[in-house]
Every structure is written in structure tokens, then in C-alpha cells.
């Protein structure tokens, strides 16, 4: 394996048995993956995709029924690679009655950290975080975005080289997440590689190198954000006034057409040869061109294409 290849996930599979007739759940059918050194590394699908069964797997939290996944070159469980990952729980567990630096204090023990570095470490984590006003409170009045901030806390407390984040972003608001997301990005100016996970699609867009996207346990898509989005093809919206109820009805089949009643239409079309056919059809039925504007396409667009599929 090459020395750039923090993780490897190859042909991972994990089954699990629910229930008295022990009826099988394919969690994750067939996933393949790996992340380079000082990438940031999205993970992205929908509730129920399998991310927190691949996450757990590659963090040994869960045994997979099939499958190979190495970290820093060494088989997942390793102890010595486990010290040299952070992670961040999906909901993170907490003790409840302690406050933030005694927590923090706590998890710095059950790595074996020195004290007067454990000390340091998480005050410097708090502030990082930004839940310095709130350390007197005990952690069970937190709220779920402040929870969040006291598993990035902790998951970072031992500088770990690479950070895996499971839902970092849910339960913030905007603010919150652009914190967060700063911090994600200090990480990697700071060498670190990041995996998460998320449905967020914007915070993904604005802050991974690569990802792949996941559904029904299988990756579905795999590359460089900005070569997801240009495979996704071009799509115009189309302003049209003057239309006719009959242009109308002869355009809903070619794309998604919204009328505001006073003949102006709005269209959705997708790749040149439909934006040709369309506007000659408009124009053959003497309706005006009123704007023509190139739509961006987001990770949410191409999701919801693959989604569709
Ligand atoms: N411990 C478990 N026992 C049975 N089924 C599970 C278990 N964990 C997850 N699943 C199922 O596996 C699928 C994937 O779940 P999960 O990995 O949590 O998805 P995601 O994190 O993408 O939302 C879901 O159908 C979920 O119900
Ligand atoms: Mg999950």
C-alpha cells in the first residue's frame, strides 16, 4: 500500500440479523474506497445509505461480515493505527452530570493521556469549539448542537492525523456549521485527513476534495466534486412569456414546467439538445424568450438525479 493512502476500504459487506427469524439486513453490500493523506474525504447519502455501518466497521466498532480495511497500512483494530485516528460519534455518548472539561478530562484518561497535557489539551479544545461560555453547565442541559461540539472536541483532543466524523454538521445551525467547518479546514492546513459523513450537501460542496456517494449500501458515485457536478451535465432554466396553453402542454413533456397564470413559463431543461428542441418549439409557437440562465449544479441536483434512477 502505498504510503499516501491513510485509509483502505476494499469489497466491505456487513450484514446484520434482526429479529427472532434472524432476518438479514444488507447494511452495506459493496463498498470500496480509499482516502489519501491530508484529503478531506466526504461520505455522503441518504439516511439509511449504510455510512455509520461503513464508518463503524472501519473504526472495528462493528466486524464486518466481508471484506478488507486497512488504516495507515495496518489491518483496522491495529492498536497502534487506532491511537493515530479520532473519531466523532454520530451521537456522541456522554456522562450526562459531567461539564465539558471534566468529560474531556475523562476521555484524555481512557487514552492515556499525561495529565498536565490533558489539561492543556481540552482547554484548548473548548475554546476551539466554541462552548467556552457554557463550561460551568453539565453536559445533559446541553443542547444537540452543543453535543456536537463536545464530540468534535473530544475527537480531536489527541491531535489525532486522521479525524473520521460522523455527521459533524447535524444539529447546527448555519453559523454553527461554518464554525465547524473552519475548524475541519484548520485541520487539514495542518496536514490532518478527514473522512466524514453527511447529507448536507452544501457544507460537502464547500468542503471536501473527494467523495463518494452511497445508496442502499452501494457506491453509487466516486471523484472530485467538481467532476460529479460537470458529469451531471448542464441544465438552463428557460424563461418563456406570451405561451399559449397548448405550448404549454407540449413542453410538459419535455422538461419541468411551472406557469404563474399570466402566460409566463419557467422551465427546467437538461443538456443542450433539449434547451435547442425546446426553444425552437417557443419560438415556432411565438412565444418570447425572455431569459435564459444557466442553472449551477449542486451535489443536491445530482443526488436527486441518482435518486431518481
Ligand atoms: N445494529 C443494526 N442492526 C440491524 N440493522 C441495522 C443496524 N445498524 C444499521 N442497520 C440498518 O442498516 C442500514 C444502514 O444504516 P446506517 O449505516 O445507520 O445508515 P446511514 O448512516 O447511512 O443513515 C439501515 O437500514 C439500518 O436500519
Ligand atoms: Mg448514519
Known sequence: MSEDLVLEVKGLRKVFRIGFFRK?????KNASFSVRRGEIFGLLGPNGAGKTTTIKSILRLIFPS??????FGRPAGDREA????????????????????EF???????????????????EAMVDKVGLRHAVDRPIGKFSKGM????????ALLHDPELLVLDEPMSGLDPIGRKEVRDVLLEQRARGKTLLFTSHILSDVELLCDRVVIMQRGEITSEGQVSDLLESA???????????????????ASRAVVVDDGAGHLT????????????????NAAGARLDAL????QTLENLFLQNAGR
Request: glycine letters at 8%; one cysteine or more; hydrophobic letters at 40%.
Open 104 to 122: 474531556l478530562d475523562l476521555c484524555g484518561r481512557l487514552t492515556g493521556m499525561p495529565k498536565v497535557e490533558r489539561r492543556e489539551r481540552s
Open 147 to 154: 453535543m456536537q461540539r463536545v464530540g468534535l472536541a473530544q
Open 82 to 101: 487506532a491511537k493515530r485516528v479520532g473519531y466523532m460519534p454520530e451521537n456522541p455518548y456522554v456522562y450526562q452530570y459531567l461539564k465539558p472539561l
Open 66 to 71: 466481508e471484506g478488507e480495511i486497512r488504516i
Open 293 to 296: 440562465v444557466p442553472v449551477r
Open 267 to 282: 422551465l427546467r431543461a437538461d443538456g443542450d439538445r433539449a434547451i435547442d428542441e425546446i426553444l425552437r418549439i417557443a
Open 24 to 28: 438479514r439486513v444488507e447494511a452495506v
Open 233 to 251: 451535465g448542464r441544465q438552463v432554466e428557460i424563461r418563456l412569456s406570451g405561451a399559449s396553453a397548448a405550448l404549454k402542454t407540449s413542453l
